[in-house]
């Protein structure tokens, strides 16, 4: 059986369609990338906004008006919160909530009569995710959030918290790296949170992964900026650990954090940026930003933005405030105009852009390994490679036509900006 897999979202709805993907090769099955090629489609829906609610909305119809004879099926957070809405679409065979993710399968293969006699199962130590010609794979560290931020569905939607044991992700990990995947980026609702249920800690975690696999690269996906240990910063200096971490701040006022009932006041954010800085002077922070939260007056929004200066961010995801019926922010007074978050959203954007471009221009003259893609494109006669450095900067190279980079750790300098990436040099 042909197998299409898609996702909207966090990363950690892609580490999860990744285990699908392995889990349905083992039982003999087969990724495809065609979607008019298979015979059965999976969506890992998002629900963190109401524009990820529409565009999962839109996703579903689209894929069934372009393979009706597909069977469908839809997990992810809109699909949790918002079950008979999904079940009621066309095409729609069936709906697994979040809870049952683990089993997702093993429940599609059987309920769905689909546990037929499958094809030859693939070679050993081929998987989904190398087949697609990829080098970075996103591990499932934990799941759930046991915080109640006011404007966030996404912790209702995913429950309480759970961690995979330790041993379970190194295995994963030496695995991928035997199978060829060079970079680990480990994800979670609230990956903080790890081993809060198991009596474990993530400075544990990636200890472990540092000691007891050989993966050149180790990330880390999105971390709320509090739980941090004393032991967690000097991780850093190991260089398989890469220096950059996405923080979400949210919002650079007190006030408007107290309203979020967010668990790190500005002082305690920059506390740890400094902390962080003094291990790698170009460590990249990034950051989430919501504009127009309830009640953010003109003084609160002046209060985030020099905050956001005084930070300096390598990027910022910009969000204009969304209310998501479920949770308390719906429901909180002064809510903000349309008009007014665009014009702040707005502010933001070029402030933002002003700040990645002074971190590029900071990276300049810098020599680092790069990680380096399997996608190219043709530029005139030169063919343009890409990749990311250690600090998550994207870099493009010019390289010979009959070159290949691909999935391979090559020394390059920053020598230019381009539009959108750096231009880098590869070092002989």
């Known amino acids: 059986m042909n197998v299409h897999l898609k996702t909207l979202g966090c990363r950690l709805n892609e580490a999860e369609l990744e285990m699908w993907a392995q889990d349905f090769q083992k039982a003999g099955h087969q990724i495809t990338q065609e979607l008019t090629d298979a015979q059965l489609i999976i969506i890992n829906s998002c629900a963190v906004t109401n524009d990820a609610a529409k565009k999962s909305r839109h996703l579903i119809r689209k894929l069934h008006r372009e393979n009706p004879l597909a069977k469908l099926v839809v997990s992810g957070c809109y699909a949790t919160l918002n079950t008979d809405e999904v079940k009621a679409i066309l095409g729609v065979d069936m709906v697994i909530g979040n809870q049952e993710k683990s089993h997702l399968v093993q429940k599609i293969l059987n309920e769905l009569s689909l546990n037929s006699m499958p094809m030859m199962a693939t070679e050993p130590g081929e998987t989904a995710l190398f087949t697609r010609g990829r080098q970075r794979a996103f591990i499932k560290v934990q799941d759930g959030c046991r915080y109640r931020c006011t404007f966030c569905i996404v912790t209702i939607a995913r429950g309480e918290e759970i961690s995979r044991p330790i041993q379970d992700i190194v295995d994963e990990v030496n695995q991928l790296h035997q199978q060829g995947i060079t970079e680990v980026v480990l994800t979670g609702v609230h990956l903080g949170g790890y081993g809060s249920d198991i009596d474990a800690q993530l400075t544990q975690l990636i200890s472990t992964l540092l000691t007891d696999t050989t993966i050149p690269r180790i990330r880390l996906g999105s971390?709320?900026?509090?739980?941090?240990?004393?032991?967690?910063?000097?991780?850093?200096?190991?260089?398989?650990?890469?220096?950059?971490?996405?923080?979400?701040?949210?919002?650079?006022?007190?006030?408007?954090?107290r309203r979020m009932a967010r668990r790190c006041k500005t002082d305690e954010f920059a506390a740890i940026v400094k902390r962080i800085r003094n291990v790698h002077p170009y460590f990249n922070i990034t950051t989430d930003i919501i504009v127009?939260?309830?009640?953010?007056?003109?003084?609160?929004?002046?209060?985030?933005?020099?905050?956001?200066?005084?930070?300096?961010?390598?990027?910022?995801?910009?969000?204009?405030?969304?209310?998501?019926?479920?949770?308390?922010?719906?429901?909180?007074?002064?809510?903000?105009?349309?008009?007014?978050?665009?014009?702040?959203?707005?502010?933001?954007?070029?402030?933002?852009?002003?700040?990645?471009?002074?971190?590029?221009?900071?990276?300049?003259?810098?020599?680092?390994?790069?990680?380096?893609?399997?996608?190219?494109?043709?530029?005139?006669?030169?063919?343009?490679?890409?990749?990311?450095?250690?600090?998550?900067?994207?870099?493009?190279?010019?390289?010979?036509?009959?070159?290949?980079?691909?999935?391979?750790?090559?020394?390059?300098e920053l020598i230019a900006i381009t539009e959108h990436t750096l231009q880098a040099k590869i070092q002989a």
């Open 223 to 257: 971390l709320e900026p509090w739980e941090f240990t004393e032991d967690f910063f000097a991780l850093f200096a190991h260089p398989r650990l890469m220096p950059h971490l996405h923080l979400p701040l949210q919002s650079g006022s007190d006030s408007v954090l």
């Open 292 to 412: 127009g939260f309830p009640g953010e007056t003109e003084q609160e929004w002046q209060e985030s933005v020099e905050f956001i200066q005084k930070i300096g961010f390598g990027h910022i995801h910009i969000f204009s405030y969304s209310a998501r019926a479920g949770t308390k922010a719906e429901s909180l007074p002064n809510q903000v105009s349309h008009e007014l978050k665009k014009q702040r959203s707005e502010t933001l954007h070029r402030l933002a852009q002003q700040m990645k471009q002074q971190f590029y221009h900071a990276n300049i003259g810098q020599s680092y390994p790069v990680l380096w893609e399997a996608h190219t494109e043709m530029h005139e006669t030169q063919k343009l490679a890409f990749g990311y450095t250690p600090n998550y900067l994207r870099v493009q190279c010019a390289i010979d036509p009959a070159e290949t980079l691909a999935n391979q750790i090559r020394t390059a």
